[in-house]
Structures are given as structure tokens and as C-alpha cells.
């Protein structure tokens, strides 16, 4: 397994045309619209909310109402800013290749020959596939940690397939 920290754009050296080709994103159900549309009524309940105890004489609890609104606010984006990660995964008919971005941007490239590499999915009966795992020559590389069990095991199947295709002889 070839190991390479980069921050050029990640291109498997392979002559070969890709077989297989994905890239694997954490999921956000609430998009932006939503996540406006949330912000903004939980907004308007908690300054009305927040008027009514000012009204009373609890003026206190108005301030901390709208520290509500705010900690949700950061907690919003910094689910967000974990998105960003991102893992590429790019099959040819001599070289896998892994390219993982993180949140922050650090990027790791791996490189495996697909003859030599295995896929390991990890399941419990309960969870589904809790695990992605590549092996060559007695070093592993986990893929897919933020995909939800049922996208695992749609990825990994998929990945399955392809490597079973890259591996089968080519007769001309």
C-alpha cells in the first residue's frame, strides 16, 4: 500500500480507464432552506417566548432564550463543517485508489493493486454494516466511517462487484 500526504487533486496513477468510480459523503438531512426556515422559527417562538417572561418580571430568562437560539445556531454549523469530509474512491484495472479529505482539508492518498486487495464488511444483526475495511499485504484502511449501515452495504457490495470485475482476465 502506497501512503501520500497531498494537496494536488488526486489522480490514480493508473494508464487504465476507471472501472469503478465514487465519492463517499456524510449525509446532512436538513439542507439549507431547512435549515433557515428552522433558525428563523425557533427565532420568532423564542423572542415571543422570551417577551412573555420579560412581560412577568422574569427578565432573565429572555436573554437565555436567546442564548438557546444561538447554541443551536453553532451547533448547526459545526455539524456543517464536519460535511465537508469527503473520500474518493477510484478503481482501474491496475491500481484502487483512496483519496480521503478531511473537514479541515488535510488530504491522504492510498493506492492498492486490486489483485492483492480484500474488502471486509463488518456486520452485527442489529446495526447492519458498522464497517468498511481494506487489507493488502497485512495493513488495513477503514472507508465509509460516516456513511449511514445501509449506504455501507450499498457501497460495499458495489465495490465488491467492481473489484470481482477488475480481477477477472480480459481474453482479446
Given amino acids: 500500500m ?4 497531498s494537496s494536488q487533486p488526486a489522480q490514480p496513477r493508473s494508464d487504465s480507464a476507471p472501472i469503478f468510480a465514487a465519492r463517499l459523503t456524510p ?3 436538513l439542507g439549507r432552506t431547512g435549515f433557515l426556515v428552522l433558525m428563523v422559527s425557533l427565532s420568532i417562538i423564542c423572542f415571543f417566548a422570551g417577551l412573555l417572561f ?12 436567546g442564548l438557546d437560539v444561538l447554541l443551536i445556531f453553532i451547533a448547526f454549523k459545526l455539524n456543517y463543517r464536519s460535511a465537508r469530509a469527503y473520500e ?3 478503481l482501474s484495472e491496475d491500481r484502487l485508489h483512496i483519496r480521503k479529505v478531511s473537514a479541515k482539508g488535510a488530504e491522504q492518498e492510498f493506492s492498492f493493486n ?16 458498522t464497517a468498511l475495511t481494506l487489507t493488502s499485504h497485512g495493513q488495513s484502511l477503514g472507508i465509509g466511517s460516516f456513511l449511514n449501515p445501509g449506504d455501507r452495504e450499498t457501497f460495499g457490495h458495489a465495490l465488491r462487484e467492481a473489484l470481482k470485475a477488475a480481477r477477472r482476465p480480459v481474453f482479446s
Fill in 27 to 29: 449525509y446532512r438531512s
Fill in 2 to 5: 502506497d501512503h501520500q500526504s
Fill in 114 to 129: 486490486p489483485f492483492w486487495v480484500r474488502l471486509a464488511i463488518n456486520r452485527e444483526e442489529d446495526e447492519g454494516v
Fill in 88 to 90: 474518493d474512491v477510484i
Fill in 54 to 65: 420579560f412581560a412577568i418580571g422574569a427578565w432573565p430568562v429572555f436573554g437565555f432564550f
